[in-house]
């Protein structure tokens, strides 16, 4: 009977640091003040009944005490879960992960002390203050801690929607991509994409909230990194390629490193203008001596290659150099295949077009100017944003200041809109040294037309928007 009262009064007491983490919230639930009051309780009735069975009468009132102070105790370690939680978010990842996986040990050696210092008849001299300083440490380390997170870096809150007041992500609105180049044996695609992230709404007012919430919090906080991830998806999903390579260039020591895998793509892509080098530069002093965003070797070789790749998109073949030289401190790397990007001069590319909807400007679409980018060391093709623009009043687009190499485009609009049958879909078009400027026939949508059922292949291409030089003699490229 004692073992079973007083294995009974171990899992009641232990029940305490028992914690949930449901998705969407960043923090694990808080315990309900119904299981509170049911521990509560609980722990005070097998506590005089466990400690009667082992004492007798004697040990009613110890009990009694025992079930009181376990439960005064334990409620300080049910805010420890999203205390630790806080922390691991505020940037104390290592400390964060202690304080979580020791929080049950901790308690029950914390239970243990509050019982010998009640029966212990050696501990009885100090067993006030023993029983006092015990419970004043819990309640001054819980207290204490959130207070200074409260107060500091914003805990209090559940969730960054709640944080910067915008939409839960449920109420995020669902677009359409058009993508104008041959997939999955068709001539084009069409994508749904849901303007929201893991946890927030993404349209453009709230990616505002999110960019004024970080401004007051200094880019500190219990939610700074969500909110700082949140803001550079957004800009990318609208496309928006100046406001994303701001917003993902962004560097605030000790709380803020650039994204520069996805600034860089953004750079190589783009324009080829002295404000984009200004911003390479900017980026490239940024890496410093800090090691964010450096931490695997694998992503630095990435990241070296990038800066590499991009100086030589801009001509500057001697900082390229400088960046690819950094491969030789990456052991780790040193069986892989290093990629080299080629040296380029033209800066003066042009792509001009137009989009019909039902034979008639398109107001509300968003035209984008995708590069594409074949990785032969992976084997894979990625799309990487150089620009977008909204059609004029009479449907037509221009991009210029590009460099060299293969685009597509892409449509951005409500799903309504981009329902239906595309002719004139341009594919996979070339920017050269011999045709650097493009021009495009109209592409021309007809919304509620069934889209044609043949697939695209290679005897179905439309005739060539551009005629196709020879192709120049290749650039010189630079080596390790």
């Given at each position: 009977m004692r073992l079973i009262l007083f294995g009974s009064l171990s899992f009641v007491c232990l029940g305490w640091t028992v914690s949930v983490r449901l998705f969407p919230d960043a923090f694990p639930l808080e315990l309900p003040s119904s299981e509170a009051l049911g521990l509560l309780l609980s722990s005070t009735v097998l506590g005089a009944a466990a400690f009667a069975a082992a004492r007798g009468r004697d040990g009613l009132v110890p009990g009694l005490a025992f079930g009181l102070l376990s439960s005064a105790v334990g409620w300080c370690a049910s805010r420890w879960p999203q205390l630790a939680r806080a922390v691991e978010l505020c940037g104390g990842v290592f400390l964060g992960i202690v304080l979580t996986t020791s929080l049950t040990s901790?308690?029950?050696?914390?239970?243990?002390?509050?019982?010998?210092?009640?029966?212990r008849e050696d501990w009885r001299p100090w067993s006030r203050r023993a029983l006092l300083g015990l419970a004043g440490a819990w309640a001054l380390a819980t207290f204490g801690a959130d207070a200074a997170l409260t107060r500091v870096w914003g805990f209090g809150p559940r969730s960054l929607a709640a944080a910067a007041g915008v939409p839960t992500n449920r109420e995020a609105d669902t677009l359409a991509v058009a993508w104008l180049s041959p997939s999955d044996g068709r001539a084009y695609?069409?994508?749904?994409?849901?303007?929201?992230?893991?946890?927030?709404?993404?349209?453009?007012?709230?990616?505002?909230r999110l960019e004024d919430f970080l401004a007051r919090s200094g880019y500190r906080g219990v939610f700074a990194s969500e909110a700082l991830a949140a803001v550079r998806l957004?800009?990318?999903?609208?496309?928006?390629?100046e406001r994303a390579l701001d917003a993902l260039t962004l560097s605030v020591p000790g709380r803020a490193h650039p994204d520069y895998l996805r600034a860089l793509e953004l750079l190589r892509a783009g324009p080829v203008t002295a404000e984009r080098y200004a911003q390479l530069e900017r980026l490239a002093a940024a890496t410093g001596r800090r090691v964010q965003g450096f931490e695997k070797a694998g992503d630095a070789q990435r990241i070296f290659e990038g800066f590499s790749a991009a100086y030589a998109r801009f001509g500057d073949e001697a900082k390229a150099r400088e960046w690819l030289l950094l491969l030789d401190?990456?052991?780790?790397?040193?069986?892989?295949?290093?990629?080299?990007?080629?040296?380029?001069?033209?800066?003066?590319?042009?792509?001009?077009?137009?989009?019909?909807?039902?034979?008639?400007?398109?107001?509300?679409?968003?035209?984008?100017l995708f590069a594409v980018w074949h990785s032969s060391a992976t084997q894979t093709t990625h799309?990487?944003?150089?620009?977008?623009?909204?059609?004029?009043?009479?449907?037509?687009?221009?991009?210029?200041?590009?460099?060299?190499?293969?685009?597509?485009?892409a449509l951005l609009g409500r799903p309504d809109d981009l329902r239906g049958s595309f002719s004139g879909v341009p594919g996979v078009f070339e920017v050269t040294y011999e045709r650097p400027e493009v021009?495009?026939?109209?592409?021309?949508?007809?919304?509620?037309?069934?889209?044609?059922?043949?697939?695209?292949?290679?005897?179905?291409?439309?005739?060539?928007?551009?005629p196709r030089a020879a192709d120049p003699p290749p650039p010189a490229r630079f080596r390790r």
């Open positions: 901790v308690l029950a050696l914390s239970h243990a002390a509050l019982a010998a210092a009640l029966v695609r069409v994508d749904a994409r849901r303007m929201s992230s893991e946890t927030t709404d993404l349209s453009r007012d709230s990616i505002d957004g800009r990318l999903q609208w496309w928006d390629s401190g990456l052991w780790a790397v040193s069986e892989k295949r290093i990629e080299v990007g080629a040296l380029e001069e033209l800066k003066e590319g042009r792509v001009d077009g137009a989009i019909l909807l039902d034979d008639a400007p398109a107001p509300g679409l968003r035209v984008g799309y990487w944003l150089s620009g977008s623009r909204e059609p004029a009043p009479d449907g037509r687009f221009s991009f210029d200041r590009l460099g060299p190499g293969p685009y597509v485009l021009l495009l026939n109209p592409v021309r949508l007809r919304r509620g037309a069934a889209p044609p059922l043949e697939p695209f292949g290679p005897a179905g291409l439309p005739e060539a928007r551009v």
